[in-house]
């Protein structure tokens, strides 16, 4: 059974900081991952998602990058601000054929960023 | 942009009582999906659906039920509610295919006395 680990749960820096998230997983057969932002009492938005053959995506000040062998993935936030405060959650897809339902996606339970002004 | 909406934004029922959660979506997404939050475990799938009428079943389908009858609607059913179904309850639709991301609606927070 996957399970995705997020580390550290919460990350509190100084505005202007650069920063990264991390994300594990244990099962290395997945389709693709992904990063979403969720706001206090909302639901999520998605950042970016990166497919099993690629090693990363960028989106304006993110960066995400992964090494599916190893089971990890890292989230880089550059040059951080109060805006970015938000919970981020990294999520899986299985392989059509790894046996699960290949439409579920399995989260990990995020890490809460804060970022003070 | 594609918007999936709920229903409700904070509701509160009483234990044994029925609730429907509605969601909508206008993109013409082929799949939909209920999760709930609870603080530390994460969001857990309850139910998808992949087309009208057609579902299946998530990690934690007990005590609930869904209904496909359109596209665009995915509704959530509380059979009879109990206290631990108070949770966020939130709702997603994707285009078909692994490579579509899910969208999410803003959440309901559902409160069961």
């Known amino acids: 059974k996957q399970e995705v680990t997020q580390i550290p749960a919460a990350l509190s820096v100084p505005e202007g900081e650069n920063l990264v998230l991390n994300c594990s997983f244990t099962?290395?057969?997945?389709?693709?991952l992904q990063w979403f932002r969720q706001d206090p009492g909302k639901g999520l938005t998605s950042l970016l998602l990166i497919q099993s053959s690629q090693r990363e995506q960028t989106s304006g000040r993110l960066n995400a990058s992964l090494d599916k062998s190893s089971g990890r993935s890292t989230l880089y936030i550059a040059a951080s601000q109060p805006g970015d405060s938000a919970t981020y959650l990294c999520a899986v897809r299985p392989r059509a054929n790894s046996g699960g339902s290949n439409y579920k996606l399995t989260f990990g339970k995020g890490t809460l960023l804060t970022v003070n002004p | 942009d594609v918007k999936v909406t709920q229903s409700s934004r904070y509701l509160v029922k009483r234990t044994g009582e029925k609730v429907f959660l509605e969601c909508v979506q206008d993109m013409d997404h082929e799949n939909m999906f209920w999760y709930r939050q609870d603080p530390g475990l994460g969001l857990r799938l309850i139910y998808f659906s992949y087309d009208v009428k057609m579902k299946e079943k998530g990690d934690i389908p007990e005590g609930y039920s869904v209904s496909r009858e359109k596209k665009e609607r995915f509704s959530l059913i509380l059979e009879s509610a109990s206290t631990n179904q108070t949770s966020m309850y939130l709702c997603a639709s994707s285009l078909m295919g692994q490579k579509r991301t899910q969208y999410f609606g803003p959440g309901t927070r559902l409160l069961v006395l």
């Open positions: 099962d290395s057969a997945i389709y693709n």
